[in-house]
């Protein structure tokens, strides 16, 4: 799917997407990302929802987003609490979602102006 270019002056913005990938700013990445308004785009080392462990959410802690938005995949999985529980100790907010609602949460998220992040998995 693509949508159309946002005019909030963030620097990243989910401008498509579809099951295999994710565009910001035009730029299109084939593998895990997380993405933050104002920071570069950064791989996320998780090829895969069942290699998921506390040490991949743990670090988001440094960016110090007030919300993490968890796209686990093609389909809806919540983590277990233990693998979020870094987060949660500092107040940071985890919303999980599948892939695809994770890309439209975060653009509506950062366009309000909110410290959001997106850990987007894709998995190969």
């Known amino acids: 799917m693509k949508l159309h270019q946002d005019s909030s002056g963030a620097l990243n913005t989910v401008t498509g997407y579809g099951a295999d990938y994710v565009e910001v700013n035009l730029v299109r990445h ?3 990302i997380v993405l933050l308004p104002d920071v570069p785009v950064s791989d ?12 991949h ?11 993490v938005v968890f796209g686990s995949g093609a389909r809806l999985r919540f983590p277990h ?13 985890v919303e999980t979602m599948d892939f695809m609602a994770a890309c439209r ?4 998220l950062m366009a309000e102006g909110r410290r959001v992040a997106a850990a987007l998995l894709i998995e190969r």
């Open 30 to 32: 084939e593998s895990s």
């Open 44 to 55: 996320w080392p998780v090829s895969s929802f069942d290699v998921l462990g506390p040490e």
């Open 57 to 67: 959410f743990e670090l988001l802690l440094s960016q110090a987003p007030e919300l």
């Open 81 to 93: 609490p233990r693998l979020t529980a870094a987060l949660s100790a500092r107040r940071i907010g």
């Open 105 to 108: 949460t975060y653009n509506i």
